[in-house]
């Protein structure tokens, strides 16, 4: 058997190419679904970690995957639009912490998430540079986010226009970027945070101008009364919060049916947690409370049934790579006649070049399993950081 290897061995050599070949087609084939398979599990166990440690999520009636969407991945889509109020309940019932989000604008294509203190807190997230929102107009990078743009602390930051003919008026809000967060490998390190009043200014909702009752211009007094001063568009809108003109920016009307996209809802324990989705059962509500976990594991039952796709098209493409070298070593065996016939006149046997073809293609396959399992070893080792790339990038 060792003549057989020794044989075998001289002959791979010198057929170099056609060796390379066998074994780079050989190992594809065995790293393409086990790598896909490593891969797939490790985006699902990422995907479910964010979604399981948000206990709760409440939003109006509508697509509990676009809230969900929305609200744990800062999703471009943005589910049916809820008030203030919805959060001020909960915290009413005192069964739940509310962490009220606005999620639709966004800066530079990143998304501008309008939120509170008890956020960072709920996502364990940590100040890297600069300092944490203090008033309004400040905005907090992830540390994503601030790679991509280039900015630190002390730049700043202007709003995205919905729509580049916004009748309403509504003009980008310049933002003062005061903190970077520390990584933490989720949708948060490609999010722009801002105090919730922030993303109602940056909606129009909240404005800050010059005071009309000081101002000597008498071109922007549109009417003048007791107790009352109009003014017309020719009235200058600051479109930066400073904190020379923060005592400019005010809201009209009740803050309390101002529009949120969502609310986490942080329950004290199971038990309160089932007690508030017990509240949200009524036909009538106008809001709907959704287990994340549930909602994103549904997805994800749906979009990995196209694992089942790709392993049926990677077998069937194994399959005839398999039969492609069979079709080789068949024809490499009819080109090697005279190789054979030398064989023979030296008075081998026909076992003898059986050994030896057995004896190649052993080689073969074990060099192929080797690099087979060193890719294997690599990517499992670096799932973590390629599926991170792909999902928060």
Not at 182 to 196: C, K, R
Not at 237 to 263: A, R
Not at 269 to 292: A, M, S, W
């Amino acid at each position: 058997m060792m003549g057989s290897l020794y044989l075998a061995w001289q002959y791979i050599r010198f057929n170099k190419f056609k060796t390379i070949i066998l074994v780079a087609s050989i190992t594809l084939i065995a790293v393409l679904p086990l790598a896909l398979e490593i891969l797939l599990t490790e985006s699902e166990r990422q995907l479910l970690d964010r979604a399981e440690s948000t206990p709760l999520l409440v939003g109006a009636k509508g697509s509990a995957l676009d809230l969900a969407m929305n609200s744990l991945y800062f999703d471009n889509e943005v589910p049916e639009l809820m008030t203030m109020e919805a959060a001020e309940r909960i915290y009413d019932t005192d069964l739940a912490l509310p962490i009220p989000l606005y999620v639709r604008f966004q800066a530079r294509g990143l998304p501008i998430v309008g939120t509170g203190f008890d956020y960072f807190d709920f996502r364990k997230l940590t100040i890297a540079q600069g300092r944490p929102l203090t008033m309004l107009g400040d905005c907090v990078l992830g540390a994503k986010a601030a790679e991509k743009l280039g900015i630190r602390p002390g730049d700043t930051l202007v709003s995205s226009p919905e729509n580049l003919f916004d009748l309403a008026g509504v003009y980008p809000l310049k933002m003062k970027v005061v903190g970077v967060l520390a990584p933490n490998h989720t949708a948060d390190d490609l999010a722009v945070f801002v105090d919730i009043k922030t993303a109602w200014i940056i909606q129009g909702l909240g404005h800050g101008h010059q005071d009309v009752t000081r101002t000597r211009d008498n071109t922007v007094i549109l009417k003048r009364s007791e107790g009352n001063v109009a003014a017309n568009a020719k009235l200058f809108h600051y479109t930066e919060i400073t904190e020379d003109n923060l005592d400019g920016f005010h809201f009209h009307g009740d803050t309390s049916i101002y529009p949120l996209t969502s609310v986490i809802a942080v329950p004290n324990d199971e038990k309160d947690g089932t007690l508030l989705r017990g509240r949200y059962l009524e036909r009538d509500n106008v809001e709907q409370i959704i287990l994340p976990a549930e909602v994103i594991d549904g997805l994800l039952q749906n979009i990995f049934r196209i694992r089942n796709v790709l392993d049926a098209v990677i077998a069937l493409v194994g399959l005839a790579t398999v039969m492609a070298i069979l079709l080789v070593f068949t024809l490499s065996l009819r080109l090697r006649q005279r190789e054979v016939q030398t064989i023979f006149k030296l008075g081998c046997r026909k076992a003898m070049i059986g050994r030896m073809l057995l004896a190649e293609i052993v080689i073969i396959l074990l060099v192929s399993g080797v690099l087979c399992a060193a890719a294997l070893a690599s990517i499992d080792v670096y799932a973590e950081e390629l599926v991170r790339r792909l999902f928060v990038g």
